[in-house]
């Protein structure tokens, strides 16, 4: 078992009081309550309050955790778990050493005020982050690689111990190195590339892949990735290690910092240019990075068929006048008792409970087009699943409220893994089934749909509970681009009194 704490909030009179809740990206099979999510599976927890979260770590990967209430990831609430493989057990590859890079993006609007902007009328879009970073810290208004831009930036001036100064990765030369990547970014899709040194992927979000080489990698939020770096590269040298931003138009400098050979000094820039993320709309290069994930070889493999598809349309939409993303048509907005409480003692008026709908009307709407109607309607209704049944979920882009937009979205899904059975172009059709991945899907936690296309999963509902599935951009989960999932609630055991202690459950002992 493990357990974290949420830090101790002690309000003093200048910080804001604000409720928080954790979320970490393992799969909390047995103790739903120990997920996170406000309003879903738990009561936030309120300042001076401490809410322990205990669940099993079934299994070793790269994970992270992060506050899941309001859009407090994206004010720096997060930090990386990860799990050692078992005594006695081995990992299925080599290594001498290991590096964690959690990457994010920073902005200098605080978070509030973001949130603030995101739901006014007329609506305030928060802009492409500041900066970058790597393990917490980066840099602004100033460049380490300055004499390699044309623009006329400023070289950054380091001793080395300073707040933002960038943690420099030191190797020895003929050792293999495990970099263990995962992005809470709120906004950004994320490319990183070593200069001089190809990586081979052997981790996705938790689970082996069947090792690959790349020059660059593409990594979105939400997800985490282990890739093995060989140091046989000139060891008098250092190499940039390079992060820019893809599937928007950057306005963020790369994030940078240095692959320092031993006995090389760390303070010796490298010579060479840092490598150049691809260009941020070459959606191919990101499509072929994605399509070449698969199963490690002797991997858990999908069910054949599946008992329930259920096609889940991407739109940004106006309700009331406001700016929002729906989800076949509905904007979700959490209820104030959550939806674990509520269900497992049958308090009935706590949520709508009509089930949103499986699919959207696919006959008529023109996914390349801005809709004819753009409108939508906020909802907190559910998908019931039955227990231990074989789920397809097909999420499907379509054109945002602006002609020629269309935009990436990282889903990620919570108490569970899914197989990423495929991904497509265009609209999704039945027939399209015949071309899923059944041999060696990857198991993952997220995946991304591409702009105008369709990427489907499927996920047995085998972990009683209230799961969120939702993009894992910060601000759209905001704007209500989320469902949720429920099954097999009547077998939760019981649940802390700590995850009840609000709305209709407040006075609940179970
Ligand atoms: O949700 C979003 O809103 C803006 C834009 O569509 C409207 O300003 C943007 O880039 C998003 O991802």
Redesign the pocket.
Known sequence: MASFQAPPSEPKPETPLSSISLTSFILKLGTPWADGTASISQCAINPGETFVYRFKVDRPGTYFYHGHYGMQRSAGLYGSLIVDVADGEKEPFHYDGEFNLLLSDWWHQNVHDQEVSLSSNP?R?IGEPQSILINGRGQFNCSMAAKFSNATVSQCKFRGNEQCAPQILHVRPNKIYRLRIASSTA?ASLNLAIAGHKMVVVEADGNYVQPFEVNDLDIYSGESYSVLLRTDQIPSKNYWISIGVRG?EPKTPQALTILNYFPTSASKLPTSQPPITPPWNDYNHSKAFTKSIFALMGSLKPPKNHDRRIILLNT?TKVNGF?K?SINNISLTLPSTPYLGSIKFGLNHAFDQKSPPDNYDSKNYDIFNPALNPNSSYGNGIYTINFNTTVDVVLQNAN???KD?S?IHPWHLHGHDFWVLGYGEGKFRDEDEKKFNLKNPPLRNTAVIFPYGWTALRFVADNPGVWAFHCH?E??LH?GMGVVFAEGVHRVGQIPKAALACGLTGNKQN
């Open positions: 609506f879009w906004l928007r940004q700016t993303w945002a409220l602006a937009v935009e951009i601000p759209h704007m």
